[in-house]
């Protein structure tokens, strides 16, 4: 059955990273072919066949499964010609709201629009901000479980698509959300009913109410976030800077309610129940002659766990240890204890089969990952460790071994680096985090008044010391070890030098198993051959952000905008790519002039991989200017050449910096970069009068195979007389998906369009390589990395 389970794990893994879904007809086929090959399956003799067979069963029911839960999520869709639409609906809020400073988001479902025939999907997220493009509103108190009736707008499923970036519109499909949107202005929002009863509402209302209890208890305090995802698994309020010292140390995975804290929980719930059991909860009702003390131990441990998986969302670490329990409580209830391998099979089948998307997210395959290293290093181990602490050391030595050298290929596939010092941090933070502060924190939560106060104070000091501990080891040198994400060989080379290390003792040249991660860990960033040079434009939505590499040096030049306090286009879209191709320091930054669109990703930036230099048009005394190791000022002239390709600042002039009245558009640092034989002009944000000023007194230098469209195609910008001089055959456009400025305008759009240029859009195409070398080649992220739910 173990062969079954994996072939269908193995047919929704491809099914999600397909570019189409397929028919009715074909599904059908499909799944009647599985049906087919299982039920002989019993009929094979021999038994490598007949694993064979259970295997190919398996990928044809798992692909034609999450191929049909994929289509019947997709057939709930908002029309196009009903984006941007005024609608009015009622409905009910059904998950925890996030407040942020500018408002609220919730999840929200439809239960019926208002003399409207627009067809709304069930599910929708929103946004309620106190005030958008200046129009200010009052933001209403929203809970889990309330009746709203609702002025909205909405628009289709749409994210950034970058490489090595987070997919938005996946998780989206993942939540069943098919239409996101934000909340209008209008006298008619209001409060219908104050709850409406049902399951999931009352689960989201106790998890709000424990958060404003833990919020109000540690009021003001830094790490109130972590408590509230330990009690909850809402991990929304934890700060950006506080995540990447966590995963620089590889303790994020404490973070929130784990399969471990779940376990703990589960076992107290059990051994407490044994023990009432068995004194029949000190009555003479004489419990175990009626039922077995450890079937109730049992029934109790998993209840438990049920209700604090309800309490962390659901998360898929938190479903893996519940169903692992739930396997184990149920073999035990029929007297059949099943092996481990087993038990991890059956939670692997039942996670994959409620939620085929879970196999799209990292903590899927670290989560079941992590068990699987666990159980390959034990196997073949004679006999347990010795008994009291020594053992218990030596077994939780192992165990963290395992754990940290069997996820090494998979957190470098994942996310391009590894943790050198998390076997450190884990020795400390497990203990503290598991049997210290998530206790402490799940009695302050449920302890009503000061005592309960004071064991979340208690909590939260324990977590500002470990997180102080945890600060010093993230800044070791060397406490991360980055390399490309790799290929497929050598990730296959490196995973089976892992279990060849993994291997138990008396296992011929283990050591070897090291050598064959050398690959993997000694990889370098691919780069342009000589006389080339490669630029990405990356999808950062209503803003710019563009990487320069030649053979030995890379410049970004720009960085994207600011979304939200902590969260910006450097730390979301740019450090994640560099990340992923192992890119460790930047040789320059040009932040081309102060908007925040451009300015945004800056500081993430600079602290995340650093730069040799910052060339912009900032003043001296702005932050972005102060963070860089060296600032240069843009200036018209500035020329230098990297392995054969030159760069040309063409704007701002000198002069321009004596304007007090310029806008900051009028200083865009304008660069054209070359090879000789192809450019690429990168124009910024100028406008009209900067073009024209440009084509007056550099108008040989403006010639350019590529044009990044100024001001992302804007009314004021691209003008006849500019694009004449620059004749591009390639025009660049940096915009967001049905951005407020409603870039680019359409009649600009179209004079491109008129002189024959080729147009590329961000919001279309996903984040677009450009390769410049005798020709210039393009290749945009959604064609290359195509799946099945863009633009659904």
Sequence with gaps: MRSCILGFVTGVTYLQTSATLPTSGQLATGAATALLVLACAGMIRPPPARIIALAAAGLLSGYAWAAFLAQATLSAELARRDEGRDVRVVGIVETLPYRFDQGVRFDFRVERTIDDPVRVPSHIALSWYQGRYGIRQAVGDVQPGQRWQLTVRLQRPHGNANPGGFDYEAWLLEQGVRATGYVRADDGNRLLDAFVAGPGAVVERVRAALRARIQAALAGRTYAGVIVALVIGDQRGIEQADWQVFNRTGIGHLISISGLHITMIAGLAAWAMSALWRRSFFTDARLPLRLPAQKAAALAGTTVAFLYVLLAGFGVPAQRTLYMLSVVALALWMGRLAAVSHVLCAALAVVVLLDPWAVLWPGFWLSFGAVAAILFAGHGRIGPPPAGPRGALLLAGRTQWA??????????????????????????????????????????????????????LL??????????????????????????????????????????????????????????????????????????????????????????????????????????????????????????????????????????????????????VGAGWLASSLPADHAIVRAAPRHVRCSAGQHWEWDGIAFDMLHPTPASYDDAHLKTNARSCTLRISNGRRTVLLAGDIEA????????????????????????????????????????????????????????????????????????????AGALVLDFGADVAWRGYRTDHARYWYGR
């Design 689 to 764: 009068a900067q073009e024209a000023a440009l084509v007056e007194r550099a108008r040989d230098r403006l010639r350019a195979d590529v044009l990044l469209a100024p001001h992302h195609g804007s009314g004021t910008s691209s003008t006849l007389a500019f694009l004449q001089a620059v004749r591009p055959e390639v025009a660049v456009f940096q915009v967001g998906y049905r951005n407020r400025y409603h870039h680019p305008k359409l009649e600009v759009y179209e004079r491109y369009g008129a002189l024959g240029v080729e147009r590329l859009r961000t919001d279309d």
């Design 403 to 456: 754990v940290t050298a069997g996820l090494v290929p998979l957190t470098l596939l994942l996310f391009g680096q590894v943790s050198i010092v998390s076997p450190v941090a884990n020795a400390v933070a497990i203990p503290l985090v598991s049997f210290v502060v998530t206790p402490l924190a799940l009695a302050g939560s449920l302890v009503p008044g000061p005592p309960g106060d004071w064991l979340l």
């Design 459 to 608: 909590a939260h000091w324990t977590v500002e010391m470990l997180a102080w501990l945890l600060r010093l080891m993230a800044g070791w040198p060397g406490a991360v070890w980055r390399a490309p994400a790799p290929q497929a060989w050598v990730f296959a080379l490196g995973l089976g030098g892992i279990l060849w290390l993994l291997m138990p003792r008396g296992w011929p040249h283990r050591w070897a198993g090291a050598a064959a991660l050398l690959p993997m860990l000694l990889q370098l960033p691919d780069h342009p051959r000589d006389n080339t040079f490669r630029v990405t434009a990356f999808d950062v939505g209503q803003g710019m952000a563009l990487l320069v590499e030649t053979q030995r040096h890379r410049l970004l030049y720009d960085t994207g905008p600011a979304y939200a306090p902590g969260a910006d286009g450097g730390s979301r879209v740019i450090l994640p790519y560099l990340r992923m191709r192992g890119i460790a320091t930047l040789d320059g930054i040009v932040v081309s002039h102060g908007d925040t669109d451009h300015t945004g990703g800056a500081l993430a930036v600079l602290e995340g």
